[in-house]
Each structure stands twice: as structure tokens, then as C-alpha cells.
């Protein structure tokens, strides 16, 4: 039997059971290796189906394909075939619609999207929201109870009473998360109205492409305050050094704003912290609402443990949900990858959710936490590129010592839960500095594969090392 009729048959054979909680498996383990809070939405509005042999990953537009396939292409496949076997084809292709590709069988499921109202249905597709993120599955708690309250204010009637609106938080806090919870609720709850999700890295692609092409109209047209009632844009602090990009921008928040429109923003730091931004732009992302979005207490920690087992169907312990909220405290995105690991190891292992077997999971965790300090890093990375210790931290700025600091400092804010002022002492390095080799390192770890897959053994070897 050919080798392609074999394969055919194979996806066949596990269409009829399973088929869908494969994809659903191979789109977990995409999405858990993308530390970009923008990369995860886009990812995550994959839809994955199967025609005649060959694995079609549709992208919700042409852009979004672009990107993916230049940033994301061997994650990708390698997820897939990892799953489905080594012989798999596989295609990208764009949703139907405007300028898509008519390729690959029209996604199939039940899979609900919040964006599709007859009213605004054109509109919706381009929406670029995250369905998942919404009111229900933000769990609220004294870190970031401000910024929900704001939130729930303007999407239930409250519009432009705060404008802009700003979140800004560390990585993996829900600033994100929050933003697009807004735009859902807005297109489910009213007719008619136009959202706009966007991240300071397509907004940049986008003008730079007109630009070049000689269609700056165009874009500018699908910005108008005409065609847009709520804008989102995250990832603010992308910005700087976009000079030209930057004046852009401000024109469309003061059309939209004078419009009477509501702008959501997000990034990484307040707008009066993120340097080489223009004036006027830091000014007009200050003139709203600036909501910072701390890390959970554990309190919070535990009640987003409750939350994400009782959404995974499973029965968890209190004693077991006290270990997690106490062992787990860099993010909520690690909270809920320790949640949906026990979850799946008691489901393989057939066993029931116990203290043993939570800290039989999460030793290793426990161990880096007491074990991972920020000396430890700073000798870890000493060795590793084989760079002086006392060069690491040295006041030197050559590249051959800024790059493996600014890893450092990465994985110090990783693991670690010491503050920015205590890492910048430790590298002698101000605040600004510490937020700046984060957001540099942040930056190329989603668009450099090579930084990528560097920082990514490097972060495996930490986490196997024992003391």
C-alpha cells in the first residue's frame, strides 16, 4: 500500500475517534511553547483539520498566515507530526474571505465564536479577538480587582468614560487576557459594533507595508473612526524606536478618541516608563486610565487553581490546591500548566488526585524555587558562555557580554521571584535597564528562532539540574 493512501487512512481511522482531541493535544503543545502573550492569541485562533492525507493549519487571515509561517512554521509541523507521525503533510492556509486562500476543507466542530453576529460579520472576522478570553475565565482577586471593575465598566455601557484605557503587567498576568474579555463581551452583548484587535508588531508590519506598496490610504481607511468602535492594541512597548510608526499611531487614537471611540491598550510598562516613544504619544497613551496589573497573591494563586480543575472536569483536594498556590507563584500561565499537567498524569496513570502525587509532579519545581537564586544564574550563565562572572556583572556594554546578561536577567525574572530593583543591584544595572533586557530578550525569543531554541535548552538544562 502506498505510503501517502496510508497515512490517509490513518487520519481517517482517527477522525472516527479521537481525531479532534488529537488536534486538541497538538494545539495545547503549540501554545505552551509561546511566551508572547499577542503570539498565544493568534496561535491559538489556529484551526487544525485534515483532507485526503494532508494536515491544513488555517490562519484567521492572510497576514496572520505570513507571520506564523515565518515565526512559527517548524513548531508547528513538529507538533503536528510529533502527534499524527513523521510522514504527515502539512499546509498553511488563510480563512476564507478577502485576499484568503480557497485551501483546505472548511473547519468543522462546534467550536463557538463570539465574533459572528449578522450585524457586524465582516467586521468580526478581522476582529482578531481571542474567544477564550473572557469575564468567566478571569478569576478576580486584590492583584488585579482594579482593572476588572474598569474593565466590566466599559464593555457593559461605560464607553470612553476611560480614554484610553492602559493595562500594563509582567508577562503572563492577563493584561492580555483582560483587554479581549472586554471586546468579547462588547460584540455579544450589542449589535453593530466594529471591534478592532491589533499588537504593536502588526500595526508596525501593516504601515510599513502600505508604505512600501503605495497604499497608505488603505491603511490608514481601515483605522478611520468610521469603520472602528472599540480598538485594542497590546504590546505597547514595542513601539519604541518606531518613529515614523509612532506618529501614525497618534493619528489614529486622536481620530478615534475625538470620535468618541474606545481605545484598550497594553504593554509591558507604564507609558511614562517605556523610552525612545515619542512625547506626544506618551502623553496621549497617559491621558486615560493606567491600571497596573500585579502578580496573584496566594489567595488569588488558589482560587485560579479551583478555578482552571474545575474546568478541567477534575476533583482536586484542598491540601492539593494550598501545594499548588504555594509551590507556583511566577504566573498565572505556570498555574495553570501545573493544574493541567496533574490533571492529565492522573487521567494516563488512573489515579486519583493526591498530595503524593502532586509533589511527586511539582518536585522539580520546589527544588528550583529554594534551589534557583539569582547568584546561582549568574554562574549558571558564567559557565554556560564561558564569560567571567565578575564581566557578567560589570558596567561592560560590549555585545559579547550584553546578550548573555541580558539572559540572565530573563531567566532571574523567570525564576525567581525577586524584585527588579534587587535583579538590577545584583547586575548593577537601574530599572530601566532590568525592563529593557526583558523586553530585548522577550522581543527575540518570538521572533528569533535561534534565540529561541537557545534560551529554550537553556531553560531545560536549568530545570534538570539538581543541586
Not at 503605495?214 to 519604541?240: E, G, P, Q, T, W
Not at 487614537?253 to 475625538?258: C, E, G, N, R
Not at 489567595?299 to 476533583?315: D, E, Q
Request: proline share 4%.
Amino acid at each position: 500500500m502506498p505510503a501517502s493512501l496510508w497515512r490517509s487512512l490513518l487520519l481517517k481511522f482517527l477522525s472516527l475517534g479521537g481525531f479532534v482531541d488529537h488536534f486538541a493535544i497538538i494545539k495545547k503543545s503549540i501554545l505552551s511553547q509561546s511566551h508572547a502573550a499577542s503570539d498565544r492569541a493568534l496561535l491559538d485562533q489556529l484551526e487544525i483539520s485534515e483532507d485526503g492525507g494532508t494536515v491544513f493549519v488555517r490562519c484567521p487571515n492572510v497576514f496572520a498566515q505570513k507571520f506564523l509561517i515565518r515565526t512559527y512554521r517548524d513548531l508547528i509541523i513538529s507538533s503536528i507530526r510529533t502527534q499524527l507521525g513523521e510522514g504527515v503533510d502539512v499546509e498553511f492556509c488563510a480563512a476564507r474571505g478577502e485576499h484568503a486562500q480557497e485551501r483546505g476543507p472548511a473547519p468543522t466542530g462546534d467550536r463557538a465564536v463570539q465574533m459572528s453576529l449578522p450585524s457586524t460579520a465582516q467586521e468580526s472576522s478581522w476582529s482578531g479577538l481571542n474567544a477564550h478570553f473572557t469575564f468567566d475565565e478571569f478569576v478576580v482577586g486584590r492583584c488585579n480587582a482594579f482593572a476588572y471593575e474598569a474593565a466590566q465598566a466599559v464593555s457593559q455601557g461605560d464607553m470612553t468614560r476611560y480614554n484610553p484605557l492602559y493595562f500594563y503587567s509582567d508577562i503572563g498576568l492577563g493584561k492580555s487576557h483582560i483587554a479581549h474579555a472586554i471586546g468579547n463581551k462588547v460584540l455579544s452583548s450589542r449589535s453593530g459594533i466594529n471591534v478592532r484587535y491589533t499588537t504593536a508588531r502588526d500595526f508596525t508590519h501593516d504601515y510599513v507595508h502600505s508604505v512600501r506598496n503605495n497604499c497608505l490610504s488603505s491603511f490608514k481607511s481601515s483605522y478611520r473612526s468610521a469603520k472602528v468602535d472599540v480598538f485594542f492594541i497590546d504590546d505597547v512597548h514595542l513601539f519604541k524606536n518606531k518613529e515614523k510608526t509612532q506618529v501614525e499611531l497618534c493619528h489614529v487614537l486622536d481620530d478615534l478618541i475625538s470620535a468618541g471611540k474606545q481605545v484598550i491598550l497594553s504593554g509591558f510598562r507604564p507609558p511614562t516608563s517605556i523610552p525612545q516613544i515619542d512625547k506626544g504619544l506618551r502623553s496621549r497613551l497617559s491621558a486615560g486610565l493606567v491600571i497596573d496589573i500585579k502578580r496573584p497573591d496566594k489567595a488569588t494563586r488558589a482560587r485560579i487553581v479551583r478555578h482552571k480543575a474545575n474546568k478541567s472536569g477534575v476533583t482536586m483536594p484542598e491540601p492539593v490546591v494550598e501545594f499548588i498556590s504555594d509551590t507556583v507563584h511566577t504566573s498565572i500561565r505556570d498555574l495553570e500548566s501545573a493544574v493541567m499537567t496533574l490533571a492529565a498524569m492522573s487521567s494516563l496513570m488512573k489515579k486519583t488526585i493526591t498530595m503524593e502525587l502532586a509533589q511527586e509532579l511539582l518536585e522539580g519545581t520546589l527544588e528550583r524555587q529554594q534551589r534557583i537564586t539569582i547568584p546561582y544564574i549568574i554562574d549558571f550563565i558564567s559557565k554556560n558562555f564561558s564569560i567571567p562572572r565578575e564581566k557578567l556583572v560589570s558596567p561592560s556594554r560590549k555585545k559579547d557580554v550584553a546578550y548573555p546578561r541580558q539572559v540572565a536577567i530573563f531567566l532571574c525574572r523567570r525564576y525567581t521571584e525577586e524584585p527588579l530593583q534587587i535583579i538590577g543591584q545584583a547586575f548593577s544595572r537601574k530599572h530601566s535597564s532590568i525592563i529593557h533586557s526583558l523586553e530585548t530578550i522577550d522581543t527575540q525569543y518570538s521572533q528569533n528562532l535561534k534565540v529561541k531554541r537557545e534560551i529554550d535548552f537553556l531553560m531545560e538544562k536549568l530545570d534538570s539540574e539538581r543541586s
